[in-house]
């Protein structure tokens, strides 16, 4: 940040202290971080001519990105210029720089991705591990007699993966018992139970369900491994991240791409039980299907917003048709009380018909606008103020001074032509900006004509959205509303609406850009 404010005048800018923004230990390439969403929101609504930024990595990492990027800002005529190169981003030359180093950046890291992975690939083939503990094995060390170190020891040539015979038993007994109907979370108890180590060596956290059933799919957990009946599979799955979540998520890879081996001699487990492992799984599967569709945390539309009214916990999604109180639901009576819970869909449409109605009210509506007009007013004479004012009057200063040393001078007796014009010079200048002064603190009304229509209209657009772009929506509805929260009463759960008014004035900035006519470097 001292960089780019270093930096701002060399690109002839003038930092605005309400547009820093900053995303702390957030990679670049994840593209929804919130400073940055807010940065563009801030550069559609024209608040700034231009970006600073410290090397372009810090806003994107990768080419498709920055490309979309740039082309909006351009297209908004914001400039983006870069510490690093020194450059504009937005101009030809500074943009083609962009993409050499940007190009560079990512064939790099593919590059060294591939490498890692050819290398391990081969070890595979050979019969060595490619490394990582598996539970129920251990790895030795292979050395090639022939070949001696500088320490005069064998070269070791890879290693090797061992039969841990405990470790075997617990295998067997797991997959024994899924197989014979017990659930994951039984067997899970049941070995720390018995104090048997779990893998990883994290004694004090013990056995996870998790650690047993894994993903079927992506081949994790004990019951997935087919290192268990002799066969090593490697480069399955690559990590590719989620361009909506930006959260790393697995990916099979084509199966001509998997590297297995066969390696009958680590074979813990009988094939028979293996097959049955597997035929229960299958089982579990569509028993599974249909349930679980939209299980996930934030798919839904008030995720995130609802409070508890007892507690202040989130309200959740809870059995994917109820809203419940976290604390409730997750730590207890003990912890929370509230042990109200309303149905998901019931609960979206309400809310979302007192936001049409309650807060879209020609009230609200006339009380926006007013609240624009004043936060424009407001943002037009600071800017003023700020940037031009302090300016003009740093300017008079200076000429006052000058004045003040050419009537010395001649006072002094050094009169001339060339004095008398250098008075006359500073005198003019002297008035222009005294007058200019005059008139920056007390600027006119400024009057936006067709505000009321661009709200409406905009709040109109909001209405569409809430159909269409779920992330969007809740997003707006995050400002619009703050959060919502629900208090349990005896007939039910009531749900305050606050109709957030700062709410709205951020909503409005972030449709109509209005406060941009103001802001300006
Ligand atoms: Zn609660």
């Known amino acids: 940040m001292e960089l780019c404010r270093q930096h701002a005048s060399r690109f002839g800018c003038t930092v605005l202290e309400d547009y820093i923004y900053a995303d702390q230990e957030i990679s670049g390439s994840e593209e929804r971080r919130g400073g940055y969403q807010r940065l563009l929101e801030a550069a559609r609504a024209r608040s700034f001519d231009a970006i600073i930024v410290e090397a372009q990595d810090r806003l994107w990492r990768n080419q498709a990105e920055m490309h979309a990027a740039l082309q909006k800002l351009q297209f908004w005529r914001t400039r983006v210029f870069s510490v690093g190169t020194g450059t504009d981003l937005t101009d030809k030359a500074g943009r083609l720089l962009a993409t050499v180093i940007g190009w560079k950046d990512e064939a790099y890291l593919e590059d060294l ?41 064998p070269v070791v040539i890879g290693y090797q993966k061992v039969i841990v015979e405990e470790e075997a038993q617990i295998v067997r007994r797991i997959f024994g018992e899924f197989a014979s109907g017990r659930s994951a979370k039984a067997i899970a108890h049941d070995l720390n139970h018995d104090h048997v180590p779990p893998p990883r060596s994290r004694p004090t956290q013990g056995w996870t369900w998790t650690a047993i059933v894994g993903n079927r799919h992506l081949g994790t957990g004990i019951l997935n491994n087919p290192i268990y009946i002799g066969q090593v599979r490697w480069n399955r799955f690559r990590w590719e991240k989620n361009p909506e979540t930006g959260k790393r998520v697995p990916r099979l890879r084509p199966r001509d791409d998997w590297v297995v081996k066969e390696q009958p001699e680590l074979r813990i487990v009988p094939q028979e039980l293996w097959d049955g492992v597997k035929a229960r799984q299958a089982e579990d599967a569509k028993k599974a299907e249909g349930q679980s569709r939209r299980r996930r945390h934030g798919k839904y539309l008030f995720s995130d917003l609802l409070r508890c009214g007892v507690c202040g916990a989130n309200y959740i999604v809870y059995n994917t048709a109820y809203y419940a109180c976290s604390a409730h639901t997750n730590r207890g009576n003990s912890i929370c009380a509230n042990g109200k819970v309303v149905r998901r869909t019931r609960l979206e449409e309400r809310l979302l018909a007192a936001i049409q109605e309650d807060l879209f009210t020609p009230e609200a509506i006339a009380y926006l606008c007013e609240r624009v007009q004043r936060a424009l007013d407001q943002l037009i004479r600071q800017s003023i103020e700020s940037a031009d004012k302090k300016g003009f009057e740093r300017q008079l200063a200076r000429a006052l001074k000058e004045q003040e040393h050419i009537q010395e001078a001649i006072r002094q007796g050094l009169i001339g032509e060339i004095t008398r014009e250098m008075l006359e010079d500073v005198e003019g200048r002297i008035r222009e900006l005294r007058a200019r002064l005059e008139a ?17 209209s905009k709040l109109k657009d909001l209405g569409r959205l809430l159909g269409r772009d779920l992330e969007r929506a809740r997003a707006l509805l995050r400002d619009l509303l703050g959060t919502v929260v629900l208090q349990p009463t005896p007939e039910g759960v009531v749900a305050e609406l606050r109709g957030n008014v700062e709410g709205l004035l951020q909503l409005e900035k972030a449709l109509t850009g209005l406060n941009g006519s103001g802001g300006r470097i």
């Open 113 to 153: 991705r591939e490498k890692t992975r050819r290398g391990l690939g081969g070890q595979v083939r050979r019969g060595f591990s490619a490394g990582g503990r598996t539970y129920g094995y251990h790895t030795v060390p292979v050395v090639d007699e022939s070949r001696i170190d500088a320490h005069g020891r």
């Open 440 to 456: 920056t603190s007390s600027p006119g009304e400024i009057v936006i004509s067709n505000l009321r229509e661009a709200i409406e």
